[in-house]
């Protein structure tokens, strides 16, 4: 069992930053691949970006490709978004999400966080 909580969302102007975070529990979750995804109001979920427990290859959407870093530290289970230059269609819920590694980027993500309201003025 994987529990995932994030961090870090809020208000920032175009062109701005943030951080997000995802603290997780369970004792396997350094070999699971972890996900960042995002909702915008009436508008489906989508995929950001993925990485795996080597950090080797993260997967991006072409959306926020050099724009969005995701990084991981496994021995805090903690996996972070950085996003840089932030526009106001980046608006969304943001959900960190957890999947057995053989299940690669596409998943499906068995466990989910809460998400986190990240919201771009313009």
């Known amino acids: 069992q994987v529990t995932l909580v994030e961090s870090g969302g809020g208000l920032v102007q175009a062109g701005g930053s943030l951080r997000l975070s995802c603290a997780a529990s369970?004792?396997?979750?350094?070999?699971?691949?972890a996900g960042w995804f995002r909702q915008a109001p009436g508008k489906e979920r989508e995929f950001v970006t993925a990485i795996d427990r080597s950090e080797i290859g993260p997967s991006y959407a072409d959306s926020v490709k050099g724009r969005f870093t995701i990084s991981r530290d496994n021995a805090k289970n903690t996996v972070f978004l950085q996003m840089n230059s932030l526009k106001p269609e980046d608006t969304a819920v943001y959900y960190c999400?957890?999947?057995?590694?053989?299940?690669?980027?596409?998943?499906?993500?068995?466990?989910w966080g809460q998400g986190t309201q990240v919201t771009v003025s313009s």
């Open positions: 369970g004792r396997t979750f350094s070999t699971y691949i």
């Open positions: 999400a957890a999947a057995p590694a053989y299940r690669g980027y596409c998943g499906p993500y068995d466990y």
